[in-house]
């Protein structure tokens, strides 16, 4: 299996000021016949299901502000919120889907500090 | 727009079955996988399978297999996640997810959850 992980396990960002996440994935995502990396990042908040962010490491979800951004290629990702606001308050997961089990990351909590 | 319905939450004795049903709306049922995905409480995301609603081929994780049926109901638009034998282990919320694209997993519309408690 894929093992996917996240650093930190949480950070406290102050409004307006950049949030960054990463991913770690055991083996490369990274597809050669495509070129995609299979990777996606989901926000949670409390109660609620995973919203869908980020998909092809790189794709923002329709919908999704640009102040979120993913990067990365092979092994290690980034999610990256520009200008943190409050609703973004939330658990972020990242989640292979180059191979099935697919697996997500353990999650990042953010806050504002 | 789409929607995923789940069923309302259940409680279960250990060793029991349950069976979680996930009604689709808004788009073509068969065109999308439907992946079940369950969290424990305060942990983090799992994934179970997929069921294919065109042609009822499943693909389930290692951990489920045994333990596990995925099935569907095209007329009905539904999805159901059947898991047997269960144990406290067991408890958590779980979510049916849709992927857009043949090799492309990544979840575009979750259900709201369905919270399973085994206790005796």
């Known amino acids: 299996d894929i093992v996917m992980t996240q650093s930190p396990d949480s950070l406290a960002v102050s409004l307006g000021e950049r949030a960054t996440i990463n991913c770690r994935s055991s083996q490369s995502v990274l597809y050669s016949s495509t070129n995609k990396n299979y990777l996606a990042w989901y926000q949670q908040k409390p109660g609620q299901p995973p919203k869908l962010l980020i998909y092809?490491?790189?794709t923002r979800d329709s919908g999704v502000p640009d102040r979120f951004s993913g990067s990365g290629s092979g092994t290690d990702f980034t999610l990256t919120i520009s200008s943190l606001q409050t609703e973004d308050v939330a658990v972020y997961y990242c989640?292979?889907?180059?191979?099935?089990?697919?697996?997500f990351g353990p999650g990042t909590k953010v806050d504002v500090k | 727009q789409v929607q995923l319905v789940q069923s309302g939450a259940e409680v279960k004795k250990p060793g029991a079955s349950v069976k979680v049903s996930c009604k689709a709306s808004g788009y073509t049922f068969i065109d999308y996988d439907i992946n079940w995905v369950r969290q424990a409480t305060g942990q983090g995301l799992e994934w179970m399978g997929w069921v294919s609603p065109n042609s009822g081929a499943t693909d389930y994780a290692q951990k489920f297999q045994g333990r596990v049926t995925m099935t569907r109901d095209t007329p009905l638009r539904t999805a159901y996640m059947e898991l047997s034998g269960l144990r406290s282990e067991d408890t958590a919320v779980y979510y049916c997810?849709?992927?857009?694209?043949?090799?492309?997993?990544?979840?575009?519309?979750w259900g709201q959850g369905t919270l399973v408690t085994v206790s005796s």
């Open positions: 092809w490491a790189s």
């Open positions: 989640q292979q889907y180059y191979a099935t089990p697919f697996t």
């Open positions: 997810a849709i992927q857009t694209g043949y090799n492309s997993a990544y979840f575009v519309k």
